[in-house]
C-alpha cells in the first residue's frame, strides 16, 4: 500500500491511512506500506536548499528532503499503534534500498526484502520511506520527484508481492478526462503497454519510470482512491485481460508545437541535418513528416515540446544557410491527441475509424503518427474537447450518462 | 562548534553560522560541528507525536524528532559550500555515534571519530547532526532534550578535541543572574565541579549531564554567544584555574517548597519510614534538617520540588498511623540561594560570610545544607532579590557599575 503526499497531509489524514491498513490486515492480508511525505514538507525542504545555493551539493540535498519521508513514517507508526496494528518505520538505509550514485535522481538498484519479510511474518506492518535509498558510499539518496510511486512497486517487486496498491487522490484509470467527457469510464483492468502510451501522453495518474519497472517485475498495480472507498484500476500483464479493448483510452497533450520547415532541397541527408543539431540542443522531436514536392524540394513537419518552441527556431535560423530553406513556420495552437489500445495489433482499421470520426466534425488532420498500439493526430487546439468526444464515442468506450450532481462550491 | 536551536532558527542565522565556522578554518583550525534542529521544528515534531498517541512507541518518536537535526546539517553543509568551505553532514547512524537501546534519552556509548577525523584532515568541515544516534538494533535514537550539547561533548572526546565551542543565546557563565545584580560579572573560566554545582541549582546555560561528560573526559568546553562577537567562559580542570575565587558564583532557585513534618516520636529508622515511601514515590527530597525536641519528638523539614509538593502532602497522609506525627506543614514561598566555588575547600569561614551578610539584611535562614564546594540556605521567596545580591558584595564578586544603556522597548 503506496500513500502520497495528500493522503498523508495532516495528522488526521495519517489516522485515515492508518485505518485503512488495519482494514487490510484485519481482512488476513500481510501488508507492508509506503509513504512520501506530508503535503507541502518537500517543497518547502527544496525551496530552503535552493534560497541557500542554487548550486547546491545534489547529495546534502538529498540528506534535506529524505527528513519529509522519515517524519511521516514515524507518525503513521505511532498511528498504526494506536488502533492496535504493529508497525514499525523502515528508513531507505534501514531496508537496504540500495540505489546509485546519482543523487537527487537515482536509480534502485537492489531491495533487501529479507527483514521486512521477517517483520510481515511476525505481524508487524513495516512503513517504508518513500523516494528515498542509500548511494553506494553509504549516504542518503532519493530517487526524483514522483519517486515514492518508485519505491512502492521496486519493493513489491522485492517482497514478490501479491499487489502494488497506489492510493492516490484520483479513483483509477479512465477510458479518457472526465471534466471533458463526463461519461468517461473507469477501467478495471488496463496493461502496462497501454499506461505508458497514456502516461507519455498526458494522462498523469502514474509516473512513467514506476510503470516501466511494473511491466519489467510483472507486479500487479491498483490505482484507487485514498478517500473513497471502491476498486480502483489494476494496472496488470496483457494476457490477464481476458476481453481487450481495440480502445482502451483516448489521452491528449497540449503541450506541443508545431515547426514546418518549408522547401528543404530534397537530398539525402537532409533529415539529419535537420534533427542532428536539435538534437544537441537538447531539444526533444515527437511526430515528424514529409512531404515530397514536385520541385526537388520537401516541406518537413514536426513537433516539439511548447517550451522548445523558442529554442527551435534559434537553432533552425542558424541552419538556414547550410540547409538552403525557404522559411520556418511554427504553430504552438495545437494539441495531440491518442488513442491506446493493445486491441489494435489485432484489430486493422483503427486509424481508419479516428480519421472518419474527426472527417464527420469537420476537423482538419496536420500531423498523423502510429505506434503497435497507439494512433496519435495533431489538430488545432479549439478542436481539443469536440476531438475527443468523438472519438470516445467512436471507439464505443460511452459509459452511461453520469447521475445529474449537486453544483459545487 | 556546536549550534543550538536558536542559533540555526532561519536561512539567515543558518548563513551567519556558516560564516563563523569559516572564520575558524581560516584561522586554520580544524573544525567540526554539531548542529541542534531549527528552534520550533522539534517542538512541532514532538506535538505530532503526543497528539496522535500520548502513549507512542519511543522508537517512532525518535524517529520522527531526529529528523529536525537531518535536516540542519544538509541545510548548513549547502551554506558552507556556497562559501568556499568544503563540508558534509553526518547522521548519527552514519558517524556512527552509537547509544543504548534507551529511546527518547539514550546513553552515547562510543562514538568512532575515525571516518570524521579523515574528512578533516582532508580540509572538510563535518557537520554532524546533534541529539541523535543508533541503538544497538540499527533504529534511529535521540539523547533526550538538550541533548545536542551532549553529542558535541562526547563527539570533543572521541575526536580528542582543544576545544569544544558550544554557541548559545547567552554569552557565558556569570557570577550571578546579571538580570538580578547588574553588576554580576562574566567569569573568564569555571571548573566543572562549579559549573554542576550552577547548573544544578538553577543556572541554565548547559546541560547537567553535558558537564560531567565534559568533566569526565576533561573536554575543555567555551560558552559563547552565537550573535556576539566575543570571548565567552571556558569550563575546564580546576588545575587550569590559577586564581581561584573561594566563590564563583550565587546561583538560585525558585522551583522548591518547604515542607515540615511536626512532632515525629523521636525513635530509630523514624527518617527511613518518612522518606522511604518519598524515593519509592520517585520524589526527590533536597534539603533536609531534623530538629530534636525535649519531650521525645523531632520535627523534620525538607525540601521538594514545587511540582511535586501535592503528591508528597498524599504520601505524607498515608504514613500519618504509622509515623504518629502530629501534622504537616508546607510552604510553597521559598527560594534556595547557593555560593559555589572551589576555593571552598582551602578557605574556612565561607557558611559564617554568608550567613553575617544575610543576618545584616534581616533575612531568616530556614534550612541549611552544605556540600564541600557549596553552601546553600533556604531562604522566603520575597528575599530571592536582596539576598543574591548581599551574597553577591559579600562575596567581593561585584563588578564596576554597568554604562547607562538606552531604553529598549
Redo the contacts between chains.
Sequence with gaps: MKFGGTSVAD?DR??HVAARVKRECDAGHQVAVVVSAMAGATNQ?VK??N???PL??P??????V???E??T???L???L??IGVKA??W?G??VPVRTDAAHGKARVESIEGAALLADMAAGVVPVVAGFQGVAPD???STLGRGGSDLSAVALAAALKADRCDIYTDVDGVYTTDPRIVPRARKLERISYEEMLELASVGAKVLQTRSVELAMKYRVRVQVLSSFEDRPGTLVVDEDEIVEKLTVAGIAYSAEEAKITVRRVPDRPGVAAALFGPLAAANINVDMIVQNVGADGTTDMTFTVGRADLARTQEVLATLKDSLGYQSVLADPHVVKISAVGVGMRSHAGVAATMFRALAEKGINIQVISTSEIKVSVLVAAEYRELAVRALHTAFGLDGPEPPAKEEEE
Design positions: 495528522l495519517i489516522r525542504l530552503w536548499c534560497d541557500l545555493d547546491h551539493d547529495r546534502e540535498y538529498d540528506v534535506v529524505a527528513s519529509g522519515q517524519v513514517t514515524g507518525l507508526a505511532i498511528a499503534g494506536k514499525r518505520s528508513q538505509w534501514q553509504g549516504r542518503i
